[in-house]
């Protein structure tokens, strides 16, 4: 069974950062490796938006104006994904979700919601001006 938890949500200022956390449980390190792995977030009454996605052994893919902001990593020792935001403006306020796909590479080119099979519960992120 694979579960995702997240972590590091919080309240922070405008211009602060936060750097969210993505646990996997269930699959070996191995396993976990050769997964494509995402972030998403959503905001209160909109879809669920793709931030970026990191395939197994390649660079991150970002989505639009998320790069440069927002940095994707994961250590597959740890089975981990994260996300690490800088400069955080108001409209970043939101639920933030981090997704992992069946082994196998990324989806060329997108970043969408349902080429996810596993999703965490979510993190809550607040920015204030």
């Known amino acids: 069974q694979v579960t995702l938890v997240e972590s590091g949500g919080g309240s922070v200022q405008a211009g602060g950062s936060l750097r969210l956390s993505c646990v996997l449980s269930?699959?070996?390190?191995?396993?976990?490796?050769?997964?494509?792995m995402a972030w998403f977030r959503q905001l209160p009454g909109r879809e669920r938006e793709g931030l970026a996605q990191i395939p197994p052994t390649a660079s991150p893919d970002y989505v639009g104006s998320f790069e440069g902001r927002f940095l994707v990593t994961r250590d597959n020792s740890k089975k981990t994904l994260y996300l690490q935001m800088n400069n955080l403006k108001p409209e970043d306020s939101a639920m933030y979700f981090c997704?992992?796909?069946?082994?196998?590479?990324?989806?060329?080119?997108?970043?969408?919601?349902?080429?996810?099979?596993?999703w965490g519960q979510g993190t809550q992120v607040t920015v204030s001006s």
């Open positions: 997704a992992a796909r069946q082994p196998g590479t990324c989806r060329i080119g997108r970043v969408w919601p349902s080429d996810y099979h596993y």
């Open positions: 269930g699959p070996s390190t191995v396993e976990y490796s050769s997964r494509c």
